[in-house]
């Protein structure tokens, strides 16, 4: 285990169902193996299942609530993706400010898949260039980002990455990222 994230504590912001599992395991995974402490925070209590595309997979102990959290105890965010997970949380007033929260405190955030739609809807994109699953590429535009079709993005502080098969460039530049902040 190496100690690039020792210390540091990370959320893992998903809503109550509709999360890629890989998208959520492979990062915490690489959040713990760098010796950081992933923590899970979601719009109940409880747990959370996750899916493997549509097919129902694990299920995962929730930390927090977005109601408990702040981003102050955070060190920094992961927003994992799948279609549902994402689409629920930028309907939901407290956890996108939740994530907005994280941005005006200027600490990192890693996002993939369709996790960005959280972050149009947080109005953080505009002025950035990220990536993302190719079909929210219109609304990022709209939203005034330029987006880019490329495995791993990273824009002052926001790693973003396109799909399941961009998760090994996407866990090691989040570790480098996060790293990169203490």
Aim: hydrophobic share 45%.
């Amino acid at each position: 285990m190496s100690t690039e994230l020792q210390g540091m504590i990370v959320a893992f912001a998903v809503a109550t169902e509709g999360v890629e599992q890989a998208e959520l395991t492979e990062p915490w995974k690489a959040v713990q193996d760098a010796g950081g402490t992933p923590k899970l925070v979601s719009l109940e209590s409880d747990q959370v299942p996750a899916f493997n595309y549509l097919d129902k997979a694990d299920a995962f102990d929730v930390d927090q609530t977005f109601e408990d959290a702040a981003a102050s105890s955070f060190d920094a965010l992961v927003l994992p993706g799948g279609v549902a997970n994402p689409d629920s949380l930028r309907m939901n007033d407290g956890a996108v400010a939740f994530i907005r929260s994280f941005f005006d405190s200027g600490k990192p955030v890693a996002a993939i898949c369709h996790a960005p739609w959280t972050l149009i809807e947080a109005d953080v994109v505009r002025g950035r260039t990220l990536t993302s699953w190719p079909s929210l590429q219109t609304d990022l535009r709209n939203a005034g980002a330029e987006w880019v079709d490329q495995e791993v993005v990273e824009d002052s502080g926001l790693l973003t990455s396109r799909k399941p098969d961009d998760l090994p460039a996407f866990t090691a530049g989040l570790v480098k990222l996060f790293a990169g902040t203490r």
